[in-house]
T-cell receptor, first 114, second 114 residues
Framework: AQSVTQLGSHVSVSEGALVLLRCNYS??????LFWYVQYPNQGLQLLLK??????LVKGINGFEAEFKKSETSFHLTKPSAHMSDAAEYFC????????????FGTGTRLQVTL | EAGVAQSPRYKIIEKRQSVAFWCNPI?????LYWYQQILGQGPKLLIQ????????DSQLPKDRFSAERLKGVDSTLKIQPAKLEDSAVYLC????????????FGPGTRLTVL
């Protein structure tokens, strides 16, 4: 079955530290992959997307993600965390043959401490 | 450019009552989505419209949920009668189309069923 898994429902990092949020998918055909961020009481905002072009994708706010087909992963990273990065992050996948439907992971809440 | 608009932002009702949510997508976006986001989970697609036709409503509880998109623009999602487990944030999103299918999300309506 096609699925999306985000490891770690909560991640805490110090300000200035590396941010690593994990996302794995299960599919025999490489899908389109997205990362969204959700701030409290707001809708989702697209951070970045992979659509079968470059495997290293750069997004907004200094975030980037690397698509690794062999590992079926699309982990989100940021070299140096900022307090304003505290939010909920969702990995989403558009599997092949599902039109434009997005399947979301369960989310990872990022906490940034001083 | 105006974003996706939703109203109301918050709604509290008693179980067995009915409720309706409204969404106005970004101008020119043919595809409209309604998602249900239960606390601690990722958004789940309820229904997808392409213009005023339904593309996917496989996860819509049709015994109590209904949605329409008259004239291919605004959309209304209704719940009748509501159950306690319907407490969630209801997100509306829209997209122009194309291969990457970036979806733009509204701020959501937070429904509490007592």
């Amino acid at each position: 079955a096609q699925s999306v898994t985000q490891l770690g429902s909560h991640v805490s990092v110090s300000e200035g530290a590396l941010v690593l949020l994990r996302c794995n998918y299960s599919s025999s055909v490489p899908p389109y992959l997205f990362w969204y961020v959700q701030y409290p009481n707001q809708g989702l905002q697209l951070l970045l997307k992979y659509t079968s072009a470059a495997t290293l994708v750069k997004g907004i706010n200094g975030f980037e993600a690397e698509f690794k087909k062999s590992e079926t992963s699309f982990h989100l990273t940021k070299p140096s965390a900022h307090m304003s990065d505290a939010a909920e992050y969702f990995c989403a996948v558009r599997f092949s043959g599902t039109a434009s439907k997005l399947t979301f992971g369960t989310g990872t809440r990022l906490q940034v401490t001083l | 450019e105006a974003g996706v608009a939703q109203s109301p932002r918050y709604k509290i009702i008693e179980k067995r009552q009915s409720v309706a949510f409204w969404c106005n997508p970004i101008s020119g976006h043919a595809t409209l989505y309604w998602y249900q986001q239960i606390l601690g989970q990722g958004p789940k697609l309820l229904i997808q419209f392409q213009n005023n036709g339904v593309v996917d409503d496989s996860q819509l509880p049709k015994d109590r949920f209904s949605a329409e998109r008259l004239k291919g623009v605004d959309s209304t999602l209704k719940i009748q009668p509501a159950k306690l487990e319907d407490s969630a944030v209801y997100l509306c999103a829209s997209s122009f189309g194309g291969r990457s299918n970036e979806q733009f999300f509204g701020p959501g309506t937070r429904l509490t069923v007592l």
